[in-house]
């Protein structure tokens, strides 16, 4: 049975840092890309930041670049998003997301992902 399981969500300033991590179980995901989706309240599921299987290219949304970094361990079956500079605007709920057969950032859309973490909420205070 495949499992995501997404930890290191919290409470946090503006301005702060949070790493979030994604523990994934059931299978191998080395062939999968994995990543990141976020939900804020009232608004539409939306791509934050993925990883590609194949040479670790690494996919952000233009509200996140410069400020996210993404990485993964394929020995572990583990993906985490360091997050800094946060600003009240990236308070949501965020998702892990694998993919086994789309990579891209014109890919990673709801639709294309295989399996689903449960989520974990960021809330930064102003």
């Known amino acids: 049975q495949v499992q995501l399981v997404e930890s290191g969500g919290g409470l946090v300033q503006a301005g702060g840092s949070l790493r979030l991590s994604c523990a994934a179980s059931?299978?191998?995901?080395?062939?999968?890309?994995m990543g990141w989706f976020r939900q804020a309240l009232g608004k539409l599921r939306e791509f934050v930041a993925f990883?590609?299987?194949?040479?670790?290219?690494?996919y952000y949304a233009d509200s996140v670049k410069g400020r996210f970094t993404i990485s993964r361990d394929n020995a572990k079956n583990t993906v985490d998003l360091q997050m800094n500079s946060l600003k009240p605007e990236d308070t949501a709920v965020y998702y892990c997301?694998?993919?086994?057969?789309?990579?891209?950032?014109?890919?990673?859309?709801?639709?294309?992902?295989?399996?689903w973490g449960k989520g974990t909420l960021v809330t930064v205070s102003s």
């Open positions: 997301a694998v993919s086994r057969y789309y990579s891209g950032s014109y890919f990673y859309t709801e639709a294309n992902m295989d399996y």
């Open positions: 990883i590609n299987a194949i040479g670790g290219s690494t």
């Open positions: 059931g299978r191998t995901f080395s062939s999968y890309s």
